[in-house]
Nanobody
Framework: QVQLVESGGGTVQAGDSLRLSCEAS????????VGWFRQVPDKEREFVAA????????YYRDSVKGRFTISRDNAKNTVYLQMDSLKPEETAVYYC?????????????????????WGRGTQVTVSS
């Protein structure tokens, strides 16, 4: 498994941008897909975006399409989540996570229960 550490969270105003980073340890990072999820208190963790191990395929929840971009740099063992035009309702703790090594189906990547390794999260607060 890989160990993951998120960074880049903070407090911004509505309409601003943030870029989150997810740095992984381990030599097999390029074999893992990576997903971003977010969670607010008393609500289930929800899928935000995912990228396959090669970076060929990316997936987004409908509400962030056109505003968020997930990317990866396997040479740096890092996955990024560029978030533009942020909204107050997107205030949450953002987590990156990795499912088991190898190819993953699109549907599986959107379900947090299929992920095995999680970072500790980074807080994103969007004020109105």
């Amino acid at each position: 498994q890989v160990q993951l550490v998120e960074s880049g969270g903070g407090t911004v105003q509505a309409g601003d941008s943030l870029r989150l980073s997810c740095e992984a340890s381990g030599r097999m990072f390029a074999a893992y897909s990576v997903g971003w999820f977010r969670q607010v208190p008393d609500k289930e963790r929800e899928f935000v975006a995912a990228i396959t191990n090669s970076g060929t395929n990316t997936y987004y929840r409908d509400s962030v399409k056109g505003r968020f971009t997930i990317s990866r740099d396997n040479a740096k063992n890092t996955v990024y989540l560029q978030m533009d035009s942020l909204k107050p309702e997107e205030t949450a703790v953002y987590y990156c996570a990795a499912p088991p090594m190898g190819p993953q189906h699109r549907v599986a990547l959107q379900n947090w229960k299929n992920y095995r390794s999680w970072g500790r999260g980074t807080q994103v607060t969007v004020s109105s």
